[in-house]
């Protein structure tokens, strides 16, 4: 399985974001697709999770009524709309895949990492 994460930027403060993370030789089990951040200097942290049947969320609190996660099943490919965007969202972004069932906040129980993509946003 591979995922490329793409849609970083830079943005100011209130603005909005679409990361997209495109999966090939995905199976076909469900499973927590997710985004993660990791800001200079801290540990990578959980953002939003998705479950690839069922379409079930999860959020971070600090995210929740700003971000969206979505999934197009057709393209095998998920999204993190990011709207309302604050300068503590500033952080490379991280796509994961094949997370386990049950423990979505947890970047161990995520198989399958993309390569990040930058987001900065400027006040």
């Known amino acids: 399985v591979q995922l490329r994460a793409f849609g970083g930027g830079l943005q100011q403060v209130g603005g909005s974001l679409r990361l997209s993370c495109a999966t090939s030789g995905r199976t076909f089990s469900n499973y927590y697709v997710g985004w993660f951040r990791q800001a200079p200097g801290k540990e990578r942290e959980f953002v939003a999770a998705?479950?690839?049947?069922?379409?079930?969320?999860h959020y971070e609190d600090s995210v929740k009524g700003r971000f969206t996660i979505s999934r197009d099943n057709a393209n095998n490919t998920f999204y993190l709309q990011m709207n309302s965007l604050k300068p503590e969202d500033t952080a490379v972004y991280y796509c994961a895949s094949n997370g386990r069932i049950g423990l979505p906040r947890v970047p161990s129980e995520y198989e399958y990492w993309g390569q990040g993509t930058l987001v900065t946003v400027s006040s």
């Open positions: 998705l479950t690839w049947i069922g379409g079930i969320t």
